[in-house]
């Protein structure tokens, strides 16, 4: 069976009427059965009538919007041979995360700031189950550039299952992206590891209780010293004094020298 080119657009970012012609064949919104009241704001899914006239300009609205820091209107490109009702439908009820028996929420998987995350928090059992019937995804990343992944499209649609672990570190990925931004705009190049190690800071500033304001913080200061900087006497007596003192404002007059000091001593807690 033959491949067909198609892409997600978010219209709540914009709109993809400066394409040339010939114009994408629109396919109608992603709306899963479950949460009809999305319909008007969820995603559009269109066809690439002649890719090969439609692909370049795409490309270049994908990258331009990215680089200029706009949140993306077209989210991803991607192929299936499967027929555009089957499509549709496994993409749409995708969009609902199953949180327990009882209760979903809206699952942005197709953004790309969300999809680059899904590689290390999902197995590849798992994002291949997410793609269903999806047999090549692109999207473009404003950090590293243009990624693709490939799947073997299954014969049924299945709904994604993640344990209560991977649906809180979903539910983390806007904060993992807002406590990066200040790495990513003082360093041009940074580990490709480190979201899933600030998902770990930040994890543990959730245990510790917290505040979201407070949490990716604590997390930079786990980055910047020593994943292991908690277990330092300065920082357990600002944790036992939670009750009484936010943590960003215990440690905030805290100099170089005292952060130096505290990941040269914590080493021992590698």
Known sequence: MSNYTYIIVEPNNGNIEDLPYPFPYELGELVPQGRPALAGVAPQLYRLEHPTKQL????????????????????????????????????????????????????????????VHLQWMLDSSQVATLMGPVSVWSYFDQHTGWATRRFSPGEESSRLLVSDQQYRD????????????????????????????????????????????????????????????????????????????????????WNDDDWKRIAQESVQYL
């Open 170 to 253: 979903i539910a983390r990925i806007a904060l993992i992206e807002r406590t990066l931004e200040p790495l990513r705009a003082q360093y041009p190049e940074l580990p490709p590891d480190l979201p899933r190690a600030m998902n770990r800071q930040l994890m543990k500033a959730e245990q510790y209780g917290l505040p979201t304001e407070d949490q990716g913080v604590f997390a930079l200061h786990g980055i910047l010293t020593t994943p292991d900087f908690d277990r330092h006497p300065r920082i357990q007596a600002v944790l036992a004094g939670l009750h009484d003192t936010p943590y960003s404002y215990a440690v905030a007059q």
């Open 56 to 115: 370049s300009a795409i490309r270049t609205k994908i990258e331009r919007e990215a680089r200029a820091g706009y949140a993306p209107t077209i989210c991803a490109i991607f192929e299936s041979s499967a027929t555009t009702q089957r499509l549709h439908h496994h993409l749409a009820e995708a969009l609902l995360l199953q949180k327990n028996p009882d209760v979903s929420v809206v699952f942005r998987y197709y953004d790309p700031r969300v999809f």
